[in-house]
């Protein structure tokens, strides 16, 4: 079955510093891949979405990475900032009865410190 | 827009009680999905919707029910509450629009059944 692992449960980092963030996933090739953020109490919410023919995406001071021969993306918050602490979850696009639907990762929890 | 709207936030429930999970939203989005989030383990799908009158069974759909009469609104049933669905329960609407694909989530509502 599909799995999906992030790199740890809990991440500090240094504000200032850049955040990589690890999605690896087995079993699956996936056209898409997404990552949210989610702060405590809350709903995720939509950061960026890559395609399988896409090797890097940036939005501001967020970048993604898509390998998809390591099965792997990475998620990189640049000049991280105390306000970017929040849990982080991949998500993978599987075709499921009348379309695609996303598979979830358990998350990253970071820790910006100032 | 108010966006993805859930109710209630929060709920307890006796085993073997029955309730419904309100979900709507304003943005027209023919996707609708409802997920449950557990500790370590991601989100997982429990039910989603093509559009009004169509729906199908996710990664975890025993014990609940849904049905979708109308672009607004997905409500998730419980038939018969047990302690293995207490979780936090999301509700997302979503589209594609060519090669854009986002996907919204609501605020959630954390239940508890004894």
């Known amino acids: 079955s599909q799995k999906i692992e992030q790199n740890s449960e809990a991440l500090n980092i240094q504000e200032g510093k850049t955040a990589t963030l690890t999605c690896n996933y087995t079993?699956?090739?996936?056209?898409?891949l997404q990552w949210y953020r989610q702060d405590p109490g809350r709903g995720p919410v939509f950061l960026l979405l890559?395609?399988?023919?896409?090797k890097e995406k940036r939005k501001e001071r967020l970048k993604v990475t898509f390998d998809t021969t390591l099965k792997q993306s990475l998620f990189h918050i640049t000049a991280s900032q105390p306000a970017d602490s929040a849990t982080y979850l991949c998500?993978?696009?599987?075709?499921?009865?009348?379309?695609?639907?996303?598979?979830f990762g358990p998350g990253t929890r970071l820790s910006v410190l100032p | 827009n108010a966006g993805v709207t859930q109710t209630p936030k929060f709920q307890v429930l006796k085993t073997g009680q029955s309730m419904t999970l309100q979900c709507a939203q304003d943005m027209n989005h023919e996707y609708m999905s409802w997920y449950r989030q557990d500790p370590g383990m991601g989100l997982r799908l429990i039910h989603y919707?093509?559009?009004?009158?169509?729906?199908d069974q996710g990664e975890v759909p025993n014990g609940y029910n849904v049905s979708r009469s109308t672009t607004e609104d997905f409500p998730l049933r419980l038939l018969s509450a047990a302690p293995s669905q207490t979780s936090v329960y999301f509700c997302?609407?979503?589209?594609?629009?060519?090669?854009?694909?986002?996907?919204?989530f609501g605020p959630g509502t954390r239940l508890t059944v004894t």
């Open positions: 890559i395609r399988e023919n896409e």
């Open positions: 079993n699956y090739s996936p056209a898409y």
């Open positions: 997302a609407s979503s589209y594609w629009e060519g090669l854009r694909y986002e996907q919204y």
């Open positions: 998500a993978l696009d599987i075709p499921r009865g009348y379309g695609q639907n996303f598979v």
């Open positions: 919707s093509v559009g009004a009158g169509i729906t």
